[in-house]
């Protein structure tokens, strides 16, 4: 509105120089002073050109803009880089199995069998990588990159260290190892911690079955059990079963049979699970002598 009444005014103005010319000519005793004239004349056409010139270059620049409006909803039809790339996120909770070579520098540190540790997305050489440990905190080596998703949901989803297990395969001719891993991605915090607790305890019964010194039964039976209902509480993946050998439970309750100790062989009846897989004739045994205990406890016969 403002640049309308500027140009207005502007161009009264030099009708109104205009006239005064006219006049000027026209009558002969006008006293005028014709260099003043002539210089506001001047001014006002210079004025008068420098807004057109404005009013020009302000047209052309809401002309582009315009255009460039126009093309933005073409723009966003077109695919972000980001859209372009696969999503990397997985859509739902997923066990993700990972395989690593591992160097000869590991074969005296390491042993054929199950494995339970932690993956953590770590830097080294200015790259993030995603690193694999032991339980005990030994380093076996990175997820390769070929991997691409498995490695952004791990950077991405997970800051803190993430439970995983599997194997550590050991191949004869090439006289070296390689892993054979499995982690949980998108599981609910309970469901880690589970998958958390049913690894630690695999590893601590592999331990005392390996172990050259005595066990406390007691203890075993007790992780024994213990692993048995975590792993019927919620479907397990197979990479984590452990079967306990049902001759410990049987042999168990005979040597306390053979020893009369009521009081333990009583006891075995805090371990349901592991009896309840025995096959019948043994389980009726066990059964049978936890009863036989109960009663001698009780005082019921001699």
């Not at 404005?54 to 980001?82: F, I, M, S």
Request: a negative charge.
């Amino acid at each position: 509105m403002k640049r309308y009444l500027i140009f207005g005014f502007l161009t009264i103005l030099i009708i109104t120089l205009n006239f005064a010319f006219i006049i000027a000519m026209v009558k002969e005793d006008v006293d005028i002073n014709y260099g003043v004239l002539f210089l506001l004349w001047l001014v006002v056409i210079v004025a008068a050109a420098g807004l057109a010139f404005l009013e020009n270059k302000r047209k052309k620049r809401l002309a582009t803009e315009e255009l460039q409006e126009k093309k933005v909803p073409e723009d966003h039809l077109k695919p972000t880089a980001q859209e372009v790339s696969p999503n990397l996120i997985y859509k739902n909770k997923t066990l993700q199995k990972f395989r690593i070579p591992l160097s000869k520098d590991f074969n005296d540190k390491v042993k054929a069998g199950f494995f339970g540790g932690h993956i953590v997305t770590e830097e080294f050489a200015n790259e993030m990588m995603q690193s694999v440990y032991t339980r005990d905190g030994q380093l076996l080596g990175f997820i390769s990159k070929k991997d691409e998703q498995l490695c952004q949901n791990l950077e991405q989803l997970y800051k803190e260290p993430l439970v995983c297990w599997g194997t550590l395969v050991w191949h004869e001719e090439e006289e070296n190892f390689t892993i054979k891993g499995y982690v949980p991605i998108l599981y609910s915090e309970p469901e880690l911690n589970r998958f958390r607790r049913l690894v630690e305890l695999k590893l601590e019964l592999q331990e005392l079955e390996t172990s050259e010194e005595e066990v406390p039964m007691e203890l075993y039976l007790q992780k024994a059990e213990n692993f048995s209902f975590l792993e019927q509480s919620e479907l397990t993946p197979s990479s984590l079963d452990h079967s306990m050998d049902p001759e410990i439970l049987t042999s168990y309750s005979r040597s306390l049979q053979e020893a009369k100790d009521w009081k333990k062989l009583r006891e075995l009846e805090k371990y349901p699970i592991l009896i309840s897989r025995l096959k019948q004739p043994y389980k009726k045994e066990v059964q049978g002598a936890i009863k036989k205990a109960g009663k001698k406890i009780e005082g019921k016969t001699e």
